[in-house]
């Protein structure tokens, strides 16, 4: 999984599912040679790797033996871990999603990995029981739809999502949209709290933790829920309630296609050629979980923006870790956390390989960015779920 021999980081990671998906065990190796995993060879193996593209070694098992060696010795910060089960995985997004809506639903198709679409009817009806891993679209959970009234209010598909939104609503139970999104944001705090892996991308990070923050609040004007907000509503905001942001303003104006100070998209002076974060080393053995989550062939991505582009470090909890930074514009682009028995990850901004997606622009075509070191970010928190657990080291 190095630069220099692999030709499909993506589709390597849908070779190491497959692979889990016929309950045979694979190792996954940190931080050698930019995270490869070992696999039992196999004459069907070898042949679908070379069916989808993936690049791979054939090794003796002395040679297998030597590497594990090398892996396990406690002067190399690399580590072996054990990969058990393909995770059963979810995507929370409205049914009929435009293609260039989501950069996960892209990356596992492009990889033939397996997943289901739910949305709020079955994540209300405790659908997400059934699944290890979730990941959100890019949702907004405050009920504001996106925040895109000021540019979009009059523009057929605006129009249809909203009266389609307010529908749905409903047909559940709930007189508001707001409402009815804050009961799926904490059935999801739910599942996440009792063991459950998420991971979110855009506006669904801060819109699901605003929507915890405001559990008993009204933060929508008339234009949204058809009655006015709270009058001193930031006041009311309880962030003790939300996963990874703490202490930030509210935007109350609707014409702002923006939802809080966490994001910062509108505080930055960084050219395109200049946009890159850096990936946070850790070390394999005593830290393995970020050090999963950031595995790849460079520590330096390039950066892409998107409603959420990336997070301000003053308004991230302590206990949260970043994973990814800007140090040049001083943000965070990629953190992790803990919440009750599960994890979650946030990342910020909208699709990887395209720098300022737009509404309305085409798709990427993945078949263009295979060795794309930001999807694979993505991809390292879809084989997360399948590790065997190991007891914390005190």
């Known amino acids: 999984m190095d630069a220099e021999t692999q030709q499909d980081h993506l589709k390597a990671y849908g070779i190491t599912y497959w692979t889990l998906n ?56 690399m580590e072996a871990v054990l990969l058990e089960k393909a995770p059963k995985i979810a995507v929370y997004s409205p049914k009929g999603n435009r293609p260039w809506d989501d950069a996960v639903t892209m990356v ?11 949305y709020d009817e079955e994540v209300l009806n405790d659908a997400l029981l059934m699944f290890d891993w979730l990941h959100l679209h890019h949702e907004d959970f405050t009920g504001q739809y996106g925040k895109f009234y000021r540019n979009y209010r009059n523009v057929p598909w605006y129009i249809k999502d909203k009266k389609e939104a307010e529908e749905l609503a409903g047909k559940l139970g709930y007189s508001k949209v707001a ?38 609040v009204d933060i929508a004007e ?44 509108s505080k930055r002076q960084i050219p395109a050629e200049s946009d890159y974060f850096t990936l946070m080393e850790f070390s394999a053995k005593w830290d393995p979980v970020p050090a999963m989550l ?50 979650f990850t946030f990342y910020g901004g909208h699709d990887p390989e395209d720098y300022q997606h737009r509404v309305g622009d085409p798709k990427t075509e993945l078949e263009l960015h295979p060795t794309s070191p930001g999807y694979r970010l993505i991809l390292n928190n879809v084989l997360f779920p399948a590790a065997k657990k190991k007891k914390q080291k005190t």
């Open 22 to 77: 016929q309950e045979i065990k694979v190792q996954w190796l940190l931080n050698y040679r930019g995270g490869s995993f070992l696999l039992p060879d196999s004459e069907e193996l070898q042949k679908e790797c070379r069916i989808r593209g993936v690049s791979f070694e054939v090794i003796s098992d002395r040679k297998a033996e030597e590497i594990l060696e090398e892996v396990q010795s406690p002067s190399r910060n």
């Open 108 to 118: 596992l198709t492009y990889a033939e990995i397996p997943y289901e679409t739910i």
């Open 179 to 216: 409402d009815e999104k804050l009961a799926v944001a904490l059935k999801i705090r739910d599942y996440v709290a009792g063991g459950g892996f998420m991971f979110a991308m855009c506006s669904a990070t801060d819109s699901f933790d605003i929507a915890l923050a405001a559990e008993e």
């Open 222 to 265: 008339p234009m949204f829920d058809g009655d006015p907000s709270d009058r001193d509503y930031q006041s009311k905001i309880d962030y003790s309630k939300t996963f990874a942001f703490i202490d930030f303003t509210l935007e109350r104006d609707p014409m702002v296609y923006e939802f809080s100070s966490i994001d910062m998209t």
């Open 294 to 343: 950031t595995q790849n062939h460079t520590t330096l991505i390039k950066g892409f923006m998107g409603q959420t582009t990336a997070y301000d470090p003053s308004e991230i909890k302590p206990t949260v870790l970043v994973m990814g930074e800007n140090k040049l514009n001083g943000e965070a682009r990629y953190i992790h956390g803990i919440k009750g028995n599960g994890f």
